[in-house]
């Protein structure tokens, strides 16, 4: 018996120390994420999260809350822990020089999630995985003319004032609006990307232009400004989707049941289950593959009321 225990307690050991290497050997990422200022956001987060846990990898997770000044924060804590690679996913485009050099210097790899930033460097980080935040504009604005035949007064919802969204989803959607003469955006502003700011932003419009008078359409840089929008609209007797069309980004399931219920048009989906597509890339990088782009892209669709339902039931209904 004393034996048994004896073999029973070696056992015990050797798993303990398998365990703990396991532990060990783990790849640790550090990832700062934007925020939790929508609905995509929030999926986003989630899914690297289950991601990594399913891969086995030791996520270090900082929610910046829109900040960038706790992204440099975060970054720095993660060069200090000495952790394998780092994800970023950028509140705005600029100010990211030092704290990358900084992380090359500790010889730790950086990739870009989702935005982009601005650096005359591109060998500060390794690559950006993302969509393509131009052509989601482009899409929602060649969606539009058609719809609009080609003439009509618009009222935009700006995402994150120097954020790479805001700033290439305006870009791409204003070329096309650019073909079309007669098609011209008469109020934008900000709603920071949420439900809250894209309410009270089109409460403003709505003051402003007498009614939404004259208005043919809303252009939202994300679905949760729109769904904000569609409220104020609402509330102020207005029929959004059937007297104004509206098209946005994100393809969230709440925009989806706005489309079913009429009150919406059309949206641009971004995927948020992209954790196997980053953790990939940062895999390869690590087991010693250098020739990466510096840009891998996640194909986007634009979704109308006619796969609405189709969509929805795909995203869980």
Known sequence: MKSMKYALAGLLGLASCVALAASASATTIGFSQVGHESD?????????????????IDLKFSDANQ?????????????SQKVDAIIIAPVVV???DQVLKEAKAANIPVFLVDRDVETADKS?????????????????GAWLAQALKGKGDIVELQGTVGSAAAQY??????SIEALFPLIKTVKTQSGDFTTQGGKEVMESFIKATDGLKGIKAV??????????AIQAMKEAGLKPG????TVSVDGVPDIFRAMLAGDANASVELRSDIGPDIYGVVKEYLAGKRDFPKWVVIPSDLHTIQDAAEVLKKKGG
């Open 40 to 56: 995509w956001r929030t999926a986003f987060s989630k899914n690297m999260q289950d991601e990594a846990k399913a891969e086995g």
């Open 67 to 79: 900040k960038e000044e706790d992204q440099l924060k975060a970054v720095r804590s993660f060069i």
């Open 94 to 96: 600029t100010g990211w």
């Open 124 to 140: 500060l980080y390794v690559t950006r995985v993302s969509a393509d935040f131009n052509l989601e504009g482009r899409l929602a």
């Open 169 to 174: 989803r305006m870009a791409g959607f204003n």
């Open 219 to 228: 252009w939202a840089h994300n679905d949760n400004m729109l769904l904000g």
């Open 242 to 245: 059937k007297d104004i069309l």
